[in-house]
């Protein structure tokens, strides 16, 4: 059974940084993994993706401020220069062939 254990979460004041991390267990052969963010009642939007472990993408308000790293089955998210709109509830996501999973959510809050 696959789990993904999320950590690093909390508040941060404007112009700080948090590093997110995401541990996957019970996983073969990892295609996808990467970062989401949801806001109650807006749609979840990606944030961070690294494909076959080396291709990244971002999502356009976080590129140049955020980066997507791998370790094994554990990947980062180094968030630079937040801004109160990165504010969010963030989910890891794992794709493995044509299965998709889920973190539970890690609560990232930008405020003064």
């Known amino acids: 059974q696959v789990q993904l254990v999320e950590s690093g979460g909390g508040l941060v004041q404007p112009g700080g940084s948090l590093r997110l991390s995401c541990a996957a267990s019970?996983?073969?052969?990892?295609?996808?993994m990467g970062w989401y963010r949801q806001i109650p009642g807006k749609h979840r939007e990606l944030v961070a993706i690294?494909?076959?472990?080396?291709n990244t993408f971002y999502g356009k308000d976080v590129e140049g401020r955020f980066t997507i790293s791998r370790e094994q089955n554990t990947i980062y998210l180094q968030m630079n220069n937040l801004k109160p709109d990165d504010t969010d509830k963030y989910y890891c996501?794992?794709?493995?062939?044509?299965?998709?999973?889920w973190g539970q959510g890690i609560q990232v809050n930008v405020s003064s």
């Open positions: 019970g996983t073969i052969s990892i295609n996808s």
């Open positions: 996501y794992v794709r493995e062939g044509a299965e998709e999973y």
């Open positions: 690294i494909s076959n472990g080396v």
